[in-house]
């Protein structure tokens, strides 16, 4: 029986190894093929002619499936160490994606240092994302939060050994990027079907988009003095230094590169002293301290508490914050100057800055939670 035994044994090791497997390649239910097909159906985002064009990756084209992938990743606690917290728990969509507070608390109760940003118009940000500008591209913005302490929290082995054994995600992931195994799930298609979605998020259906570019409709007299108080140009006060050096239409951002400013909110004695540098922790410019991305206004009646920090809660206090021209610091913006507002021009400039509400963004189901 021995002899027989050491026949055997080595005949059917030569016809395993023969076959080309190993002991260690044995397939692993995370790396089993996957079964469906992969037909990309290419989708083209639907801009009108008065806003600016689409920046989309030529590595990263927005697809159906990618698009869906992106939307139920961007949903799903999944990614968080805990699974209580996804991306929409800091950006709701009644309120443009933000969360309405002053800093978000992530899954280990720790509070970050800064306000949750909007979501919208994303796709026509080039480059810079974050309020200091960190993450070079939307994908790479993605993959940050998933394992910061004070977000998610989360490793990405962790998540995609989750995502390769949940019954669902594989079959996705094969339908967006036409992936053969479980184990070529990444954490880069992770994120790039997550910047598909938020690209898709697009706000241009407000009355000041109906009003001044569709021709529809009327601005009312309060509304029509705060526009014209708003866009330097057209200001009635000489000292008044135009909202618009800043938020240019028709984003109300500014989406050129180095769109970071110290819009005077600390009273430091030097450029070395503020509290968060930044845009200055990422470039090592301390003339860079204290400077924040300038962001969109638009849904901005949605968006409070406001500020890199959310110190205002009112769109009253930020005007009062503007009025009083900030502290003198070396870097300041050179708009940061002290003007007049008396409470009627308060009054129409809030009621401008509301016209830039999109309610059907806000309400957009393609654009909800698919678990609900």
Same mark, same amino acid.
């Given at each position: ?19 080309? @497997? ?13 079964? =469906? ?28 499936? =990618? ?14 160490? *805990?699974?209580?917290?996804? @991306?929409?728990? @800091? ?28 979501? *919208? ?5 080039? +480059? %810079?994302?974050?309020?200091?500008? +960190?993450? /070079?591209?939307?994908? %790479? ?12 929290? %989360?490793?990405?082995? /962790? ?14 992931? +094969? ?45 009312? $007299?309060? #509304? #029509? ?16 230094? =135009? @909202? ?22 600390? /009273? ?12 200055? %922790? ?41 009025? +009083? ?5 070396? /870097?300041? $913006? ?34 909800? $939670?698919?678990?609900?």
């Amino acid at each position: 029986m021995r002899k027989l035994l050491l026949i055997i044994l080595p005949i059917a090791a030569a016809i395993y190894f023969a076959a080309g @497997c190993k002991p260690d390649e044995v397939p692993q239910p995370t790396d089993e093929l996957i079964a =469906g097909e992969y037909t990309p159906q290419p989708v083209s985002l639907n801009i009108p002619s008065w806003m600016p064009q689409p920046v989309i990756p030529e590595d990263n084209p927005l697809t159906e499936a =990618g698009i869906e992938l992106g939307r139920r990743l961007f949903y799903d606690p999944i990614l968080s160490s *805990d699974s209580t917290q996804s @991306c929409a728990s @800091c950006h709701r969509q009644e309120l443009a994606f933000t969360d309405g507070l002053a800093v978000s608390t992530g899954v280990l109760g720790i509070s970050g240092r800064r306000s949750a940003m909007a979501l *919208d118009n994303l796709a026509f940000h080039v +480059r %810079e994302f974050f309020w200091d500008g +960190r993450a /070079n591209s939307l994908e %790479e913005q993605a993959l940050i939060p998933v394992e910061d302490h004070t977000e998610m929290n %989360e490793s990405w082995p /962790n998540v995609l050994d989750k995502l390769r054994r949940h019954p669902h995600y594989p079959r996705r992931f +094969r339908q967006a990027f036409g992936i053969e195994r479980k184990s070529q799930i990444t954490k880069e298609l992770a994120a790039k079907a997550i910047a598909q979605f938020e690209r898709t998020l697009i706000s241009v259906n407000s009355r000041y988009d109906d009003v001044i570019w569709r021709n529809q409709g009327w601005y009312t $007299d309060e #509304e #029509e003095r705060g526009r014209q108080l708003f866009f330097f140009e057209e200001a009635q006060q000489l000292n008044h230094p =135009g @909202c618009s050096h800043c938020h240019f239409a028709p984003t109300f951002g500014n989406n050129s590169f180095n769109t970071y400013t110290n819009n005077g909110l600390d /009273n430091v004695p030097n450029i070395d002293a503020f509290p968060d540098k930044g845009r200055g %922790e990422v470039t090592g410019n301390r003339f860079d301290n204290g400077k924040f991305r300038v962001v969109s206004l638009r849904n901005i009646e949605l968006t409070a508490p406001y500020m890199h920090d959310g110190r205002f809660q009112t769109l009253e206090e930020v005007l009062d914050h503007y009025t +009083r021209g900030g502290h003198g610091v070396e /870097n300041e $913006d050179v708009n940061i100057l002290p003007f007049s507002l008396s409470a009627r021009d308060k009054q129409d400039l809030i009621a401008f800055l509301k016209t830039l509400t999109d309610t059907t963004f806000i309400n957009n189901p393609a654009h909800s $939670d698919p678990f609900r």
